[in-house]
């Protein structure tokens, strides 16, 4: 298990972009977790490698894979979860600028597919502790369990314009 892990998110182009009929500069290399960024005035090429890279741009470019919030989910909320039930204090942090696509990543649409980071693992969460099974307790009765108890806490935060929301 390493500490951190970084991944990045391409988002889709917004209304404005589209407008403007932006050109795309960025491709992934999703096997290698790699993604390269042309500069559209000279042509070259910087690459940058990521634990995880996600293409959730547009299905049609480059001939990407789409990833959806449940591949973000699955790859990055689970092992938290499990984390967080081996004991341990767990953390995502979403960094980027203004429109970049945070917010959808953690908390995503009211529609089930569209569901963010923090709803499902929430949800897979309570599930998992509501269907824990009691424990052999440590008495001299060997018929004795104890139904395991927990004690969960949760922190959302987002700071903008510096101050905290």
Known sequence: MTSVKVAVRVRPFN?????????????????????????????????????????????????????????????????????????????????????????????????FEQQGIIPRLCGDLFDRINSSSPLLSSSSSPSSYIKPRYTVEVSYMEIYCERFT
């Open 15 to 111: 209304t404005r972009e589209r407008n403007r009929q932006s050109k795309c500069i960025i491709r992934m290399d999703q096997k290698e977790q790699t993604t390269f960024i042309r500069n559209p005035i000279d042509d070259n090429i910087k690459h940058y490698k990521y634990d995880y890279s996600y293409w959730s741009c547009d299905e049609n470019i480059n001939n990407q894979i789409f990833a959806t919030q449940e591949q973000v989910y699955q790859d990055l909320g689970i092992e938290m979860l499990e984390h967080s039930f081996e004991g341990y204090n767990v953390c995502i942090f979403a960094y980027g600028q203004t429109g970049a696509g945070k917010s959808y990543t953690m908390m995503g649409k009211n529609e």
